[in-house]
């Protein structure tokens, strides 16, 4: 930083400099930032809240998946099932109850059966909830010059609700949870199985369609959000560069004051 005042050495220049610096540092600009910071957890409050109700849906959603699992993997070996990819689809692949899976066909020994009869099945996938976010925002690193560089997705669960930017729901698209089978007949429990994998289904679709309203208002939140976490980062970048410069300063000054290079300057 220069001055104007020619009658200072210029150890007087880097010593005015780093105190005017340090005013900045250690005075006002802690004040700021705190009250940035404040407002921040303000937005990340309702961000949080509304995320974690999301998380409350997907886990129920893919509890039910894991269940409608578990009762086709127990129908598959007591009852009557498709033989078809359509049978299959009538089933799980429902406009009216959402897609749960997509028919195929293979060998039943592939797909879980103790058979080698050709049959239907279907595979289950987890459906998810990300963030797109931007590490530099989450974590707080004042080092880089650019907040919003290598942005990412990350998986949104309670521990991490409110992060990033945005939110999206996703069906369908995470692990797989197992493969499921259409009951075609059988006695015994079959028909409870049958009736039970439908009801699923339909809770599953209920709690899908609940899901869009909480995201669209969580990234109304988070757009907000994401504004005051610049706010806050540049608070702290400029910190992070003065003090920076003020560790410079004192490298030069201890050069300048140093008798081995002619000093005092």
């Given at each position: 930083?220069?001055?104007?005042?020619?009658?200072l050495?210029?150890?007087?220049?880097?010593?005015?400099?780093?105190?005017?610096?340090?005013?900045?540092?250690?005075?006002?600009?802690?004040?700021?930032?705190?009250?940035?910071?404040?407002?921040?957890?303000?937005?990340?409050?309702?961000?949080?809240?509304?995320?974690?109700?999301?998380?409350?849906?997907?886990?129920?959603?893919?509890?039910?998946?894991?269940?409608?699992?578990?009762?086709?993997?127990?129908?598959?070996?007591?009852?009557?099932?498709?033989?078809?990819?359509?049978?299959?689809?009538?089933?799980?692949?429902?406009?009216?109850?959402?897609?749960?899976?997509?028919?195929?066909?293979?060998?039943?020994?592939?797909?879980g059966?103790?058979t080698?009869?050709?049959?239907?099945?279907?595979?289950?996938?987890?459906?998810?909830l990300?963030?797109?976010?931007?590490?530099n925002?989450?974590?707080?690193?004042?080092?880089?010059?650019?907040?919003?560089?290598?942005?990412?997705?990350?998986?949104?669960?309670?521990s991490?609700?409110?992060?990033?930017?945005?939110?999206?729901?996703?069906?369908?698209?995470?692990?797989?949870?197992?493969?499921v089978?259409?009951?075609?007949?059988?006695?015994?429990?079959?028909?409870?199985?049958?009736?039970?994998?439908?009801?699923?289904?339909?809770?599953?679709?209920?709690?899908?369609?609940?899901?869009?309203?909480?995201?669209?208002?969580?990234?109304?939140?988070?757009?907000?959000?994401?504004?005051?976490?610049?706010?806050?980062?540049?608070?702290?970048k400029?910190?992070?560069?003065?003090?920076?410069?003020?560790?410079?300063?004192?490298?030069?000054?201890?050069?300048?004051?140093?008798?081995a290079?002619?000093?005092?300057?």
């Amino acid at each position: 930083m220069a001055f104007a005042n020619t009658s200072l050495s210029v150890i007087g220049i880097l010593t005015t400099s780093n105190l005017a610096l340090g005013i900045g540092t250690t005075g006002v600009l802690p004040e700021v930032i705190g009250i940035s910071s404040d407002t921040l957890q303000k937005w990340k409050a309702p961000a949080t809240y509304i995320d974690n109700i999301i998380v409350g849906f997907l886990t129920s959603i893919n509890l039910k998946k894991q269940q409608i699992v578990s009762i086709a993997a127990s129908a598959g070996a007591a009852c009557g099932i498709s033989t078809t990819a359509a049978g299959v689809d009538a089933v799980y692949n429902s406009v009216s109850n959402g897609v749960i899976a997509i028919g195929a066909t293979n060998i039943g020994t592939n797909v879980g059966l103790a058979t080698t009869a050709i049959v239907g099945f279907g595979t289950v996938f987890a459906d998810t909830l990300v963030a797109y976010q931007y590490p530099n925002l989450e974590n707080g690193n004042y080092t880089t010059d650019n907040p919003i560089e290598s942005p990412s997705n990350v998986s949104v669960i309670s521990s991490n609700a409110g992060i990033g930017k945005t939110t999206t729901f996703t069906q369908n698209n995470g692990t797989s949870l197992g493969n499921v089978f259409a009951i075609t007949g059988g006695g015994g429990s079959c028909t409870g199985w049958a009736s039970s994998i439908t009801s699923l289904i339909n809770e599953i679709a209920t709690l899908r369609s609940g899901i869009a309203t909480y995201a669209t208002a969580v990234n109304s939140v988070k757009n907000y959000k994401h504004a005051q976490q610049l706010d806050y980062w540049s608070l702290n970048k400029v910190v992070n560069l003065t003090n920076a410069q003020i560790d410079a300063n004192k490298i030069i000054l201890d050069v300048l004051n140093n008798p081995a290079y002619g000093g005092p300057y």
